[in-house]
């Protein structure tokens, strides 16, 4: 079990940046991957981006470039450092984690509202 917490969410112009943070109740060094996941009105949750556990990263072609995600271990914490942004990256942000190496153990936050103005 753990629990996810979301910040760093709010309104910003078109080519503006972010910071999101997702504070995790365990040490996020024994999470097997930890992701940030998007959904806007109307449509399906997507992956964002995801790391894991050996820093490995991913993320979705819409925003290879301008994202990056990263882990601080020592503070139990992830980061979505998010530039460039668009009024497509609108959407509420969702953390995740993912506990298990093998059979997948998934736990979500409640979200952060991503803004993007014109």
């Known amino acids: 079990q753990v629990q996810l917490v979301e910040s760093g969410g709010g309104l910003v112009q078109a080519g503006g940046s972010l910071r999101l943070s997702c504070a995790a109740s365990?040490?996020?060094?024994?999470?097997?991957?930890m992701g940030w996941y998007r959904q806007a009105p109307g449509k399906q949750r997507e992956l964002v981006a995801r790391i894991t556990r050996g820093g490995r990263t991913t993320y979705a072609d819409s925003v290879q470039g301008r994202f990056t995600i990263s882990r601080d271990n020592a503070k139990n914490t992830v980061y979505l450092e998010m530039n460039s942004l668009k009024p497509e990256d609108t959407a509420v942000y969702y953390c995740n984690a993912d506990l298990g190496a093998v059979v997948p153990r998934d736990y979500w936050g409640q979200g952060t509202q991503v803004t993007v103005s014109s």
């Open positions: 365990r040490s996020t060094f024994t999470i097997y991957t």
